[in-house]
């Protein structure tokens, strides 16, 4: 049992396409991240949101805490972008982490 | 200044032997996490550290993994009878407290252990 699923799993896209990857999640939560995971495994945190929307540059990242479910979207995307999006949740009853196991996307030029 | 660093970054070793792994935080951080990651999967919480004690095992798989934190810096994760399935990446996080989220966690670049 997963308490973190994200979709799609994999993604390819055209360079300059508008990317949604989504999130949904089982237990209460006291925050919800989404996380970037290049290749050779170093991890950035992107985004943190307990509620509503948050936008960084072309990234846009909302959550709807009555349906659990969270989006990431990337607005006019870049080869550059191509990497491993994880979203993660911190339980609210702990130090508890959950991850999704990550959705892998390739932008084309 | 510096960030995470782990120590070896690839580890081979043979099913029954052990092995520890090195966590080196960046400074003056009193929280220190590790988690495990495997092949085509998020990682996986497995320890907490706030300072020199253990705050949160629960994430540990069984009594054959181990970490440590004796001057509330430096941690080692330890695995006894490494078993194909603990193969995974290693990774570990630091923050300047324990309160925060993976927002204010600095990620090393993992350990990746291969059980032949």
Request: proline residues 4%; charged residues 15%; aromatic residues 8%.
């Amino acid at each position: 049992k997963n308490e973190v699923e994200q979709s799609p799993q994999n993604l390819t896209a055209q360079e300059g396409e508008f990317i949604t990857i989504n999130c949904s999640y089982s237990v209460g939560i006291s925050a919800l991240h989404w996380l970037q995971q290049h290749p050779g495994g170093g991890i950035v945190s992107l985004f943190m949101l307990s509620s509503g929307k948050k936008k960084h540059g072309r990234l846009i990242a909302t959550i709807n805490i009555q349906e659990k479910h969270s989006s990431l979207h990337i607005t006019a995307s870049h080869p550059r972008d191509s990497a491993v999006y994880i979203c993660a949740v911190r339980s609210n009853t702990g130090n508890q982490f959950y991850f999704g196991t990550g959705t892998s996307l390739t932008v084309i030029p | 200044g510096a960030g995470v660093s782990q120590t070896p970054s690839n580890k081979v070793t043979e099913k029954g032997k052990y092995v520890e792994l090195r966590c080196d935080p960046i400074s003056g951080h009193t929280a220190l996490y590790w988690y495990r990651q495997s092949l085509g999967q998020g990682p996986e919480f497995l320890i907490y550290f706030q300072g020199t004690g253990a705050a949160d095992d629960s994430g540990l798989p069984n009594d054959r993994f181990f970490a440590v934190r004796p001057e509330g810096s430096v941690s080692t994760l330890k695995i006894q009878r490494t078993e194909r399935g603990d193969s995974a990446v290693y990774l570990c996080a630091s923050s300047l407290t324990g309160s925060g989220g993976l927002s204010e966690q600095f990620f090393g670049p993992g350990t990746r252990l291969t059980v032949l």
